[in-house]
Nanobody
Framework: QVQLVESGGGLVQAGGSLRLSCAAS????????MGWFRQAPGKEREFVAA????????LYAGFVKGRFTISVDNAKNTVYLQMNSLEPEDTAVYYC??????????????????WGQGTQVTVSS
């Protein structure tokens, strides 16, 4: 089993940057997917970015538009989400997620069976 802890959220002005971290404990196999999702009040949790622990099969949501970068540090068992050029529309609680299975569509919530508690990102205008 895997336990996930997010950090790095906070308040930032439009155009600013934040780096979110997700520390994982437990087994993290190289081909298993790792994802970032976000949820704003009144909206469904939506896909942001995903990667496998090996660093392959990286995917991004269309609204990212080149602004975000997902990466992994296997030595630290940590996944990062670097967010640049933030906009007020990016305001949400950001969650990291992991799966103990290799297969699955990385953009779908059902693929993941481990979730962190979330970290708040607020972008002011």
């Amino acid at each position: 089993q895997v336990q996930l802890v997010e950090s790095g959220g906070g308040l930032v002005q439009a155009g600013g940057s934040l780096r979110l971290s997700c520390a994982a404990s437990g087994r993290t196999l190289s081909r298993n997917p790792m994802g970032w999702f976000r949820q704003a009040p009144g909206k469904e949790r939506e896909f942001v970015a995903a990667i496998r622990w090996s660093g392959s099969s990286t995917l991004y949501a269309g609204f990212v538009k080149g602004r975000f970068t997902i990466s992994v540090d296997n030595a630290k068992n940590t996944v990062y989400l670097q967010m640049n050029s933030l906009e007020p529309e990016d305001t949400a609680v950001y969650y990291c997620a992991a799966s103990d299975r290799v297969s699955g569509t990385m953009t779908f919530r059902y693929t993941y069976n481990y979730w962190g508690q979330g970290t708040q990102v607020t972008v002011s205008s």
